[in-house]
């Protein structure tokens, strides 16, 4: 490693021994909060008022705090700590010697940074321009359509322009980022920047779990996709849907067919008994975003956990600013290194989908207030799933009936047999669909970083991938000049995603241990751990100690289990799963998808393509579909 090597250095035992370890680990907290957290206020102040000013400030900034990581995380290295006594040192500079794409040079890094502001801003700015009149945003207007629209030429519209507008702006610079990427992994170590991500989890045996762990949920998986692919035949007709084919990915109702609880209309089990619909309760009740907030404020404290602070509601951004300001709306928690000061950015909905969805972001900034005392090394989650897990974990009780009859936003329990079905498909469109999606996000990335998907076929990659395990095609015949992948925010963002996963097996492992500490009895989809203070402690604690313990320990302290299991998630939705088999078999359905390609721009076009299958033209004219 180049930059390390120190000449005529005096004996190194004798200077880097354990008390001077620790003296330069108390010398690094200062100084590092000062360095961080003028950097967060000036990446805060570009997000939230998109100008060449505040980006050139934050460009800065991110050149100093980078300077300043590669100061200590070098000089950590030097340290031999194998023979010291204090685990805690060891696991301290260990984590400091990981400064990701701050050990790259600095005109690379310079070039690096540019490449990723560039690619988060494209997204965070990007209009969809109707034929004459105005252009649209994503937030809210193109996630509207895509959650509310049943005209499938709408929805086509809006999925198909979005990707021309963003998408195919970043892949030319994509692959310019990977590079950089692996150059700034291989500085720190690691032999691509998939391995730097996956090392955050501590685990030699992190690939084998998420496939165990796929495996496990994949019956939950193609029961749902067979039972909402019929729905959606029954809606939108066999000319749109083929019973045993992939899915067209634009009909889910989300962009990106991550979620698919906003088509619920659609494929509710008992029509006749249709759930209350709580986003027209909560505008009745003249809900504002503030108010949200607020409802996530007072769930968290009644577990005994920590308000958020005055600072809280004065710095968030909770509303997307009507002075014309722009801004990037994907909604972030936000820490500062400095006390109370922590934040959300989000441009609210007043929603049903949007206050669930900010119970999740208050969950972050729990963690963000409980580990607030430790040194700055350890102020991160267990493992980035712990992170993603915190807030989830509490809207599985929030969006329980119970909790929300509680509250004021049903009228009644709702509990009879047929809408109980009713109500866990509901939370299954949100959470089992959301399996493969969080699953291939990485997959993706892991193999573009480390060469096996090269920039000739990124595109081609990820729609094999969204096919094989989502059941999905494109509903228009893609190609080479698209980047469908650099439409979803975290690409663009450069912010991993495998952690949403490990989050949604982890929440419910959480979800039941929290239930069963709150004293709870019967089904775990009924259990609402509101005013639990036994419950709050058992999380707090595990808030508390950030990531100064393998997130293995941690969880072995909460839950009694020292391994990930999916044994709670799929004893959650064992009821559904009843119910999905039985109604697959009445009705005769296959699970998944056969062997069917989806259609993809060939250089000899002779190939006829129809809602995203590839037919040979002789099967064409005989309307047969092609098993590739
Ligand atoms: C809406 C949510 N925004 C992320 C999150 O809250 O995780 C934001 C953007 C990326 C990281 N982030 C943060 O806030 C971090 N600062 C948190 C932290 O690292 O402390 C999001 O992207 N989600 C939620 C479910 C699935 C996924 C999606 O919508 O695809
Ligand atoms: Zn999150």
Redesign the pocket.
């Known amino acids: 490693l180049p930059w390390l090597r120190t000449a005529g250095q005096p004996s190194l035992d004798a200077f880097y021994n354990e008390t001077q370890a620790k003296l330069f680990l108390k010398f690094y907290e200062q100084p590092a909060r000062i360095v961080f957290n003028e950097f967060m206020e000036a990446t805060w102040n570009y997000v939230t008022n998109i100008t060449k000013r505040n980006r050139k400030n934050m460009f800065q900034k991110e050149v100093e705090k980078s300077q300043f990581m590669l100061y200590f995380g070098s000089r950590a290295r030097l340290f031999k700590t194998d023979h010291f006594q204090n685990p805690d040192v060891k696991r301290m500079l260990s984590k400091l010697q990981n400064i990701d794409k701050s050990a790259l040079p600095t005109e690379d890094l310079q070039k690096y940074n540019r490449l990723l502001t560039y690619m988060e801003t494209t997204y965070s700015t990007a209009e969809v321009c109707l034929d004459e009149g105005p252009c649209i945003p994503l937030e809210p207007d193109l996630e509207e359509i895509m959650a509310t629209s049943r005209d499938e030429k709408e929805l086509l519209w809006a999925w198909q322009r979005w990707r021309d507008a963003v998408g195919r702006q970043i892949r030319p610079v994509f692959e310019h980022y990977v590079q950089l990427s692996n150059k700034a992994a291989q500085y720190n170590g690691y032999k691509d920047m998939g391995a730097l991500w996956r090392a955050k989890y501590e685990s030699n045996t992190l690939e084998e779990d998420l496939k165990r762990l796929f495996d496990e949920l994949q019956p939950l998986y193609l029961n749902l996709h067979a039972y909402v692919r019929r729905s959606l035949f029954r809606y939108y007709g066999p000319e749109v849907i083929n019973l045993r084919g992939p899915i067209p990915a634009h009909l889910l109702g989300n962009m990106?067919a991550?979620s698919w609880d906003n088509i619920l209309d659609i494929a509710l089990p008992y029509p006749k008994k249709p759930p209350e619909d709580v986003t027209k309760i909560m505008k009745n009740q003249h809900w504002k975003p503030e108010k949200m907030f607020q409802e996530a404020n007072i769930f968290i404290t009644s577990l005994g956990l920590l308000p958020a602070p005055s600072e809280f509601w004065v710095k968030s951004m909770l509303e997307k600013p009507a002075d014309g300001r722009e801004v990037e709306c994907?909604?972030?928690?936000?820490?500062f290194y400095r006390g109370n000061d922590v934040r959300?950015k989000?441009c609210t909905e007043v929603t049903i989908e949007d206050l669930l969805?900010i119970f999740?972001?208050m969950g972050?900034i729990q963690?963000?207030l409980q580990f607030q005392n430790l040194s700055v090394i350890y102020q991160?989650?267990a493992s980035?799933a712990f992170?993603?897990a915190v807030?989830?974990v509490i809207t599985l009780s929030a969006s329980s009936h119970k909790h929300l009859l509680s509250r004021g936003l049903l009228s009644q329990q709702h509990q009879d047999s047929e809408e109980e079905v009713n109500f866990l498909l509901g939370i299954a469109l949100e959470k089992i669909a959301?399996i493969p999606f969080?699953y291939l996000v990485d997959v993706f990335r892991w193999k573009v970083f480390d060469g096996t998907i090269t920039k000739s076929i990124y595109n081609q990659e990820w729609w094999n991938l969204r096919l094989k395990y989502q059941g999905l095609c494109p509903p228009v015949t893609r190609s080479e000049e698209d980047f469908d992948p650099g439409a979803?925010?975290?690409i663009p963002?450069s912010?991993p995603?495998v952690?949403?996963f490990l989050?949604l097996v982890l929440q419910f492992q959480f979800h039941e241990a929290l239930c069963r500490a709150s004293g709870h009895a019967g089904p775990l989809h009924r259990c609402d751990i509101y005013n639990s203070k036994v419950a709050g402690k058992m999380l707090g604690d595990v808030l508390k100690l950030g990531s100064s313990r393998p997130w293995q320990e941690v969880l072995k302290e909460m839950t009694g289990q020292s391994n990930i299991s999916a044994k709670s998630f799929l004893s959650y939705f064992k009821p559904l799963l009843h119910w999905l088999v039985n109604e697959n078999v009445k009705q005769g359905d296959i699970l998944g998808w056969l062997d069917y390609s989806c259609s993809f721009e060939e250089k000899s076009t002779d190939k006829v393509s129809f809602l995203g299958m590839v037919l040979e033209p002789e099967q064409a004219r005989l309307g047969q579909w092609v098993l590739l």
């Open positions: 990106w991550q994907h909604a972030s928690a936000w820490k959300i989000k969805s999740h972001q972050h963690y963000y991160e989650g980035p992170e993603e807030g989830s959301f969080s979803k925010f975290h963002a912010v995603y952690r949403y989050s």
